[in-house]
C-alpha cells in the first residue's frame, strides 16, 4: 500500500500478499499511512525533518499523528534499535554524511517477540527501507 499525497510526500506498508491488512488510513499529505493486522497497528510516518522545522513537525505530531492511532492505545511504544538491540544503523544517506531519521516503534509485548531488526537499499527511495522480524506468538 503506498500513500503518494498532495505534497508529493510517499509512505508505504509493505506486506505480502497473502497477509490481509484491514482499517487502512492516510494522511492526505502523504505523510502517514496505517493498517491493522491480526490486532496489530501499523503506522508509518514521514515527519517534517529538520531543526529549522521543528514547530511545524510539532503540529505535525499533535494534530495529524493522533489520527492514525488506535483509539484504545494505552501500551507505551519502544523504538526497535533501542531496546535489546546490539546493533544499530542508518536509514538515509547523502554527501554529507549520514544519519538514522526513520524509526519503528512497537508496544513492549512486541519486544519480547522480536528476532531482529536490519536496514536494506530500497531502490524506490532514497531511504533504506527498515525491516523488523516478529514472532508473532498467538497471532500467525
Not at 6 to 12: D, S, V
Not at 22 to 38: D, H
Not at 40 to 50: D, E, F, L, S, V
Not at 124 to 134: E, G
Request: hydrophobic letters at 40%; a positive charge.
Amino acid at each position: 500500500m503506498v500513500n503518494e499525497g498532495t505534497e508529493k510526500r510517499r509512505t508505504a506498508i509493505l506486506a505480502k500478499t497473502r497477509l490481509q491488512l484491514q482499517n487502512i488510513q492516510r494522511i492526505p499529505s502523504g505523510r502517514g499511512i496505517a493498517a491493522n493486522f491480526k490486532g496489530i497497528r501499523i503506522i508509518n510516518i514521514y515527519a517534517p525533518p529538520g531543526t529549522e522545522r521543528r514547530a511545524e513537525r510539532e503540529q505535525f505530531f499533535n494534530t495529524k499523528v493522533t489520527y492514525l492511532l488506535p483509539t484504545d492505545a494505552t501500551e507505551i511504544l519502544y523504538d526497535v534499535w533501542e531496546k535489546h538491540s546490539h546493533t544499530t544503523a542508518y536509514t538515509h544517506y547523502t554527501n554529507f554524511g549520514a544519519s538514522r531519521i526513520d524509526r519503528i516503534c512497537i508496544t513492549e509485548p512486541l519486544i519480547n517477540q522480536k528476532q531482529g531488526v536490519e536496514t536494506v537499499a530500497a531502490a524506490f527511495s532514497d531511504h533504506f527501507a527498515v525491516i523488523l522480524r516478529l514472532k508473532l506468538v498467538g497471532h500467525v
